[in-house]
């Protein structure tokens, strides 16, 4: 046992020594408890015991949360563009139409008189309003020569349709239209011979008979006037 000299003060009179913890323990207590901490802030609830965590493992816990997180995510936007295309689907079909209701057919598409007569003519009193065969642009609607007051309605599918010889217009140029929608009134503008709708179609700027072109898309022109016709024979 060491002897103390008598020039050193005596540190350890009237109480008991308490023995100090080595150095390489306290710093093990150290990093336990920081490494705690952190387990708290990640939730510990799922994740391993803290002895068994290094900071390696701690790491590769965070990447795998933030890659779950982004393939969450991914899964996500992918559902909703899923969604939005089912809704494109689900949407209404096109819709193709008469442009008028109860007219006499007259004038149909080809040579007349020795010229090309370039659409087909419906005949209803002056006055009787028009519609739209399907949804579109109106490129044009005015005065428009020999077609007299006219409206030209370019489809998405770049066919368009002219209506001629109206007494008075519904809808203005750059105006969107649906089929259905009321575009004017009949009439024996231009150079018209009477009274009736003439209903022209282009197809890539050429005029083509409208009468197979709508009953490709389930729209029968000569169809209305036979039933007309057969009333007319039953009275």
Known sequence: ?????????????GRRR?????RSRYAAVVTTAFVGAGLVALGASALPDAKDVS???????????????????????????????R???????????????????NSPYGVRWGKLHTGVDLVVPEGT?????????????????????????QHADGSEAIYGHSSALSVKEGQQI?????????GQTGHAYGTHLHLEIHVKGQPIDPVPFLQE?????????????SEVAAS
């Open 129 to 153: 309003p028009y519609v739209a065969i399907h949804d579109g642009l109106v490129t044009k609607a005015g005065w428009s020569g020999g077609y007299g007051y006219a409206v030209i309605v």
């Open 178 to 186: 649906k089929a259905g929608d009321q575009l004017g009134l009949v």
């Open 87 to 105: 809704g494109r689907d689900a949407a209404e079909p096109e819709v193709w139409m008469l442009p008028l209701q109860g007219y006499d057919f």
């Open 55 to 85: 900071p390696s493992v701690l790491d590769e816990l965070k990447q795998a949360s933030v890659t779950s997180q982004d393939a969450a995510a991914r899964g996500d936007n992918a559902d909703r563009a899923s969604r939005a295309d």
């Open 18 to 22: 308490v023995p100090t913890p080595p």
């Open 217 to 229: 898309r389930g729209v029968d022109i000569k169809l209305q006037v036979e039933a007309i016709y």
């Open 1 to 13: 046992m060491r002897q103390r000299l008598s020039s050193e003060p005596d540190r350890y009179r």
